[in-house]
């Protein structure tokens, strides 16, 4: 059964940071492309950024290329997103999803607030 489970959100200042993580199992990590999606409340789901398998080729949305970085740790079965310079717009829950278009499957979420 395939699981992912994503950690890290929290509160943070506008120009703060966070990185979420994302645990992965019930699969061979290594064999897919990975990446992230966010919801804020009301919206549609908005793919942010993906990593090929091999995590040499990442891609970015438009609002946060520049700012996250997507990474990945195959020895751990680990997806990153390190995210910089957050933005109020940036408030969302975040998922991470196996392939490159996010999944489905994809986790519970783990919510990011960006506020003063």
């Known amino acids: 059964e395939v699981q992912l489970v994503e950690s890290g959100g929290g509160l943070v200042q506008p120009g703060g940071s966070l990185r979420l993580s994302c645990a992965a199992s019930?699969?061979?990590?290594?064999?897919?492309?990975m990446a992230w999606a966010r919801q804020a409340p009301g919206k549609e789901l908005e793919w942010v950024a993906g990593?090929?398998?091999?995590?040499?080729?990442?891609l970015y949305g438009p609002p946060v290329k520049g700012r996250f970085t997507i990474s990945r740790d195959d020895t751990r079965d680990m997806l990153y997103l390190q995210m910089n310079s957050l933005k109020p717009e940036d408030t969302a829950m975040y998922f991470c999803g196996k392939g490159i278009v996010a999944g489905p499957p994809r986790g519970q979420g783990t919510q990011v607030t960006v506020s003063s």
């Open positions: 990593i090929n398998k091999f995590g040499n080729n990442t």
């Open positions: 019930g699969f061979i990590f290594s064999n897919y492309a």
